[in-house]
């Protein structure tokens, strides 16, 4: 039985595989199972920071192996208390809770956002607003927050307590927000699976300011934007905001799985012990691999991850087949003549692997990739789009 017959059967059919086999790789550098070289532009959507088989972070990770692989939540670990001061460091933030994707740490976000409501104002103060074309997760919880309608749909009933109002509409969030169930405001700065679409600065400060004045929390969701990706440390730093409690996970954990919610001055001490938790959560080989990533993200790497986007968008600006390129730092969406899932399928016939989100083909490359793999990447693009 061959690899791809042997999925099918023993594995749920639940997503729609490209041709590729991976076997190896090294940095922005993928190779299959015939040996055959690839340029990464989609770092297993965005979470490998560093690309394939980072030297640091096998390192990180493998100490750790050798001291010991879990413990669990009732004990002190401390990878999981350096990881947390560097996270609280970099974000400004005050206290860290570790979980195991994007999706439990916006279930987390979610918690925390309707005790700290509840503990003050009692009950009847619940529902979190969140925008038309987001993504928060697959859960039955982060899917209802999901502004997505295709999504919504087999699943029935959804979590009530959900409300979703269109993106950069000042008068509509406005309008929302004069619900007295109003608790919180969840929003990703840049809508990745929604198209990679940044939202203005003036309605993400307006939002925060409107929010912050009725006591409601603003939640940034920093799954895909976090962790260097935008060109900062947390995509909600270009905004100059300061929100209540941001979610993070994908580049945090450069290949292992891991989330984190981060809370603010207000929320810092509404989840107490027992209120929430998580077996695996901040598990210490995690803990190691992601500390090694964030040790990394200096103000000069943030600069060259800015630069890289720009590089990228000048390349295919006005490019034949192009029809606008959208994104902040090196989360990049090109929107295109031609169906997105074409050009993806050539491009991996030619050896660059690229993502889509809607319409779009999207880059979420290495933030480590080099100048030359992304000239190479983006001849060979661009190539396919003149086709």
Known sequence: MDIKTADK????NTYARAELIAVSGKSAT???ADGKKYIDLGSGIGVNAFGASDDTWKQAVVAQLDE?????????TLPQIRLAELLTEKSGMKNVFFGNS?????????????????DKYGEGRSTIITLVNSFHGRTMATLSATGQDAMHTNFFPFLPGFVHVPADDIDAMAKALEDKTVCAVMLEVVQGEGGVIPLSKDYIVKTAEMAAAKDILVVIDEV????GRTGAY???QHY????????????????????????????????????????????????AGAASIIERLTPEFLKSVTEKGDFIKKELEGAPGVLGVTGMGLMIGVSVEKPAADIIKACLEKGVIALTAKEKVRFLPPLNISYEELKTALDILKGVLAE
């Open 68 to 76: 010991i692989q879990h413990l669990s939540n009732l004990y002190y």
């Open 102 to 118: 994007g999706a439990e740490a916006n279930e987390c976000a979610i918690k925390c956002a309707r005790k700290y409501s509840f």
């Open 224 to 227: 895909q934007t976090g962790n």
């Open 9 to 12: 059967s023993y594995i749920a």
């Open 30 to 32: 993928i190779y299959d």
């Open 234 to 236: 947390y995509g909600y």
């Open 240 to 287: 100059g905001i300061n929100p209540d409690i941001v979610s993070t996970a994908k580049g945090l954990g450069g290949g292992l799985p891991i989330g984190a919610c981060m809370f603010g001055e207000k929320t810092k001490d509404t989840l107490t012990a027992g209120t929430h938790g998580s077996t695996y959560g901040g598990n210490p080989v995690c803990a």
